[in-house]
């Protein structure tokens, strides 16, 4: 389980001994679960360990081990009221949507059924994080910089929503009513911790 590190053209071991373990079917779960993670701790790691034990020390962890991530994020930040003229504004779309489509349509409609916390837990569904940037909408950020919401037409009206969380992208089926659509939204952000992200 070693890998060739191309930006210093060495090879690096993902765990003690890994150059002697070829990856198989067997093990290239592990392989990829360990990948993903010297990728995003590279670089980082002695830098998260001092927050994590800073955090520590103003914190009792007792009191935010019963939190989830998400959870967490909230007590944090806090909640703010989303403005749906910034959100729609700033919301691009693909795949034959645009923003007089009867789905689209029907989209907001439900979006602006929704209570704030519904509002947040979608816009988490979506982006992974339930907060908006201070100047709005516009400056939402993608995995690789700026990164409008995005509603894409994708599926089978049989299927779920599903997300992209690193391109803000909702892959959204054409569902051929408002009822179905808005059930099915409301499945997606309810259930946004096991539920369609990508």
């Known amino acids: 389980l070693e890998f060739l590190d191309e930006e210093f053209h060495q090879k690096r071991e993902l765990k003690p001994g890994g150059s002697g373990i070829p990856v198989s079917d067997k093990n290239k779960k592990e392989y990829i679960e360990r990948m993903v993670k010297w990728r995003i701790e590279r670089g980082v790691a002695q830098q998260t360990e001092s927050l994590v034990r800073g955090f520590y020390e103003v914190v009792d962890i007792r009191l935010v081990s019963v939190f989830d991530a998400r959870e967490?994020?909230?007590?944090?930040?806090?909640?703010?009221?989303?403005?749906?003229?910034?959100?729609?504004s700033n919301t691009e779309y693909r795949g034959g949507y645009h923003d007089n489509h009867i789905v689209i349509r029907w989209f907001w409609a439900a979006v602006e059924r929704f209570n704030n916390e519904?509002?947040?837990?979608?816009?988490?569904?979506?982006?992974g994080t339930s907060s908006i940037p201070y100047e709005g909408f516009a400056s939402l950020r993608g995995s690789n910089g700026p990164r409008r919401f995005c509603v894409e037409k994708w599926g089978k009206v049989t299927s779920l929503p599903r997300a992209h969380t690193c391109f803000n992208r909702l892959d959204l089926p054409p569902y051929p009513s408002f009822s179905m659509l808005y059930e099915k939204m409301l499945t997606a952000v309810e259930e946004t911790s096991t539920f369609g992200l990508e």
């Open 72 to 88: 967490l994020e909230l007590v944090i930040a806090g909640t703010a009221e989303i403005d749906l003229a910034d959100w729609r």
């Open 118 to 127: 519904q509002r947040l837990r979608l816009l988490q569904f979506v982006t």
